[in-house]
């Protein structure tokens, strides 16, 4: 009988006689110029490991072929089906995928929606890269035009009172402004 015992094939990459692996490695590639971007720092998680999981099956000429399901988003994520919803959404709103063939759910007929990474080229058209123009909407800061706030350095009897109410913890510290009489009256 023969010492050597037979091996048994192994799964994933191949090896040459040298133990280096044989062929292209595959990977995902996300380049620091995206990650800086405001569109990419104002996503959460979710919709972040989704693009990762769309990058992921891109080969290079699938753009507009790669096909995902909220359901099956949701199973990849590990999150519940309305999240993985708002991930696509997110990803959609803020510019990194477009749909390019939408996807239903029937008795007989069942597909996925198909993808469009706008990071790289799709059907003879260059990568648009909408999330590059992408900016935040611009935030109204200060109290709104309809409420009445006192000046700094005058007190009236009524903004008295109310302090004396906030101190003896009866009611609620004017720290804020105050909107008209009728919406303050409406939370008493």
Same mark, same amino acid.
């Given at each position: 009988?023969?010492?050597?015992?037979? #091996?048994?094939? #192994? #799964?994933?990459?191949?090896?040459?006689? +040298?133990?280096?692996?044989?062929?292209? &490695?595959?990977?995902?590639?996300?380049?620091?110029?995206?990650? +800086?971007?405001?569109?990419?720092?104002?996503?959460?998680?979710?919709? $972040? &490991?989704?693009?990762?999981?769309?990058?992921?099956?891109?080969?290079?000429?699938?753009?507009?072929?790669?096909?995902?399901?909220?359901?099956?988003?949701?199973?990849?994520?590990?999150? &519940?089906?309305?999240?993985?919803?708002?991930?696509?959404?997110?990803?959609? &709103?803020? !510019?990194?995928? $477009?749909?390019?063939?939408?996807?239903?759910?029937?008795?007989?007929? $069942?597909?996925?929606?198909?993808?469009?990474?706008?990071?790289?080229?799709?059907a003879d058209q260059l990568a648009i890269k909408e999330f590059?123009?992408w900016r935040p909407e611009k935030l109204k800061h200060g109290?709104?035009?309809?409420?009445?706030?006192?000046?700094?350095?005058?007190?009236?009897?009524?903004? #008295?009172?109310?302090?004396?109410?906030?101190?003896?913890?009866?009611?609620?510290?004017?720290?804020?402004?105050? !909107?008209? $009489?009728?919406?303050?009256?409406?939370?008493?």
């Amino acid at each position: 009988m023969s010492t050597q015992r037979k #091996r048994r094939p #192994r #799964r994933g990459r191949r090896h040459d006689n +040298k133990g280096r692996s044989i062929g292209v &490695a595959r990977f995902v590639k996300l380049e620091h110029w995206m990650l +800086k971007t405001p569109a990419w720092q104002s996503l959460p998680p979710a919709p $972040r &490991a989704l693009y990762v999981e769309l990058a992921q099956r891109y080969n290079g000429s699938n753009n507009g072929e790669i096909s995902m399901s909220v359901r099956e988003g949701a199973g990849l994520l590990h999150v &519940a089906k309305d999240t993985a919803t708002k991930a696509f959404r997110e990803l959609e &709103a803020k !510019g990194f995928i $477009r749909r390019n063939v939408c996807g239903s759910f029937n008795w007989k007929i $069942r597909h996925a929606t198909t993808w469009i990474l706008t990071e790289h080229a799709f059907a003879d058209q260059l990568a648009i890269k909408e999330f590059a123009s992408w900016r935040p909407e611009k935030l109204k800061h200060g109290p709104n035009r309809e409420t009445r706030c006192p000046r700094i350095g005058t007190a009236s009897r009524n903004n #008295r009172a109310i302090r004396l109410l906030g101190v003896l913890d009866l009611g609620p510290s004017p720290s804020f402004c105050i !909107g008209s $009489r009728s919406q303050s009256t409406a939370h008493i």
